[in-house]
T-cell receptor, first 109, second 114 residues
Framework: QQQVKQSPQSLIVQKGGISIINCAYE??????FPWYQQFPGKGPALLIA?????SEKKEGRFTISFNKSAKQFSLHIMDSQPGDSATYFC????????FGAGTTVTVRA | DAGVTQSPTHLIKTRGQHVTLRCSPI?????VSWYQQVLGQGPQFIFQ?????ERGRGNFPDRFSARQFPNYSSELNVNALLLGDSALYLC?????WGRGYEQYFGPGTRLTVT
């Protein structure tokens, strides 16, 4: 059973545009929500993370929005660049990570 | 500082064989977790170790086993390989075991079972 549901499965955005990926969870024991970026043939790289006592966190062009009551969180990639083309995974952590199914982002130049 | 290292990078095995995958965590990190990532899916949790003790186990058959050594490195063993075991096996390290600690992944070992 998928504990974290992620959408969309894929998206295409023009260079300079905004990419938005959404995730939802059910288990209220989760208390840490990281996002990972993965390039083909590589391991996932920690991109940005948020804890449930914070509603928004921004690092450079990446922003996480968190809605605790709705049990939803999202990643916004601002000013998308071709180098951002990758698969993005949301995850939720109690003691282990439970991952979403991933979103493949393609940034067109 | 070196990140998480895994060996080997790639491995091809035949059904029924046994495989051992190895992982060295980031220096100073004491917890290691193993994940299986099938192509096109998110990683699935297999095991978590801290201070040489198993602290968590995912929904995988008993053919999968792991251990952690005094230097905090770890190995994952899979017996009686099946075609469905073909995947990228990822090792992640974190500073300690507990709720909400960052986990950093290695490059993975690509296992192909023929």
């Amino acid at each position: 059973q998928q504990q974290v549901k992620q959408s969309p499965q894929s998206l295409i955005v023009q260079k300079g545009g905004i990419s938005i990926i959404n995730c939802a969870y059910e288990n209220t024991a989760f208390d840490y929500f990281p996002w990972y970026q993965q390039f083909p043939g590589k391991g996932p790289a920690l991109l940005i993370a948020i804890r449930p006592d914070v509603s928004e966190k921004k690092e450079g062009r990446f922003t996480i929005s968190f809605n605790k009551s709705a049990k939803q969180f999202s990643l916004h990639i601002m000013d998308s660049q071709p180098g951002d083309s990758a698969t993005y995974f949301c995850a939720a952590n109690d003691y282990k990570l439970s991952f979403g199914a991933g979103t493949t982002v393609t940034v067109r130049a | 500082d070196a990140g998480v290292t895994q060996s080997p990078t790639h491995l091809i095995k035949t059904r029924g064989q046994h495989v051992t995958l190895r992982c060295s965590p980031i220096s100073g990190h004491k917890s290691v977790s193993w994940y299986q990532q099938v192509l096109g899916q998110g990683p699935q949790f297999i095991f978590q170790y801290y201070e040489k003790e198993e602290r968590g186990r995912g929904n995988f058959p008993d053919r999968f086993s792991a251990r952690q050594f005094p230097n905090y490195s770890s190995e994952l063993n899979v017996n009686a390989l099946l075609l469905g075991d073909s995947a990228l096996y990822l090792c992640a390290s974190s500073l300690v075991w507990g709720r909400g600690y960052e986990q950093y992944f290695g490059p993975g070992t690509r296992l192909t079972v023929t």
